[in-house]
């Protein structure tokens, strides 16, 4: 099954600083999601963006969708301490079984 | 009630156990998944079960075991495991059908679980 790649695997910034990550597909998609996960517990559903939607919006975050090149990013404004994690995009596929497929995800460290 | 409920949090048990991790949803969701993480990598999916029929089995060895009772419970029943199927497995939920196609999956904090 298809996965995301995420780009870059790790991001270490300063409180306040804007973080910026990058997922890759290979397939056709339904949708793309973005999912927080802290240190050894569960995974957080942070935002959905459709195949037939660009760009999306929910508080500090901006994800963008760009089909024609299977690619998408988020974006993080005004990082806190409370945003380190990892992040992971994950791909809900549009032919065949509708699994959603996880990417390696990015540790994102927000350094007060 | 948004909350998926996993028991126990933490597992310890020898190859040779027969164990049972489980998983609860009130949120009226109709598809139920399994997914198992080692460190620092992705969830892996295992099983989805859709409307308490199982959907998808990715190919899991079969000391690993789903059951879905009823439509807000599902357990992963555990036999002979290996010391390499110690992880964190993680159950998930979502609204209707698969995840792909209907929407966001509202996980579990996970069963931390170590095969001696």
């Known amino acids: 099954s298809q996965q995301g790649e995420e780009d870059p695997q790790a991001l270490s910034i300063q409180e306040g600083e804007n973080a910026t990550m990058n997922c890759s597909y290979k397939t056709s998609i339904n949708n793309l999601q973005w999912y927080r996960q802290n240190s050894g517990r569960g995974l957080v559903h942070l935002i959905l963006i459709r195949s037939n939607e660009r760009e999306k919006h929910s508080g500090r975050l901006r994800v963008t969708l760009d089909t024609s090149k299977k690619s998408s990013s988020l974006l993080i404004t005004a990082s806190r301490a409370a945003d380190t994690a990892s992040y992971f995009c994950?791909?809900?596929?549009?032919?065949?079984?509708?699994?959603?497929?996880f990417g390696k995800g990015n540790q994102v460290v927000v350094i007060p | 009630d948004t909350e998926v409920t996993q028991t126990p949090k933490h597992l310890v048990m020898g190859m040779t156990n027969k164990k049972s991790l489980k998983c609860e949803q009130h949120m009226g969701h109709r598809a139920m998944y399994w997914y198992k993480q080692k460190a620092k990598k992705p969830p892996e999916l295992m099983f989805v079960?859709?409307?308490?029929?199982?959907?998808i089995n990715e190919s899991v060895p079969s000391r690993f075991s789903p059951e879905c009772p009823n439509s807000s419970l599902l357990n992963l029943h555990l036999h002979a495991l290996q010391p390499e199927d110690s992880a964190l497995y993680l159950c998930a939920s979502s609204q209707g059908g698969l995840a792909g196609n209907t929407g966001e999956l509202f996980f579990g904090e996970g069963s931390r679980l170590t095969v001696l």
């Open positions: 994950a791909t809900g596929e549009y032919y065949g079984n509708n699994r959603l497929a």
């Open positions: 079960y859709s409307y308490e029929k199982l959907s």
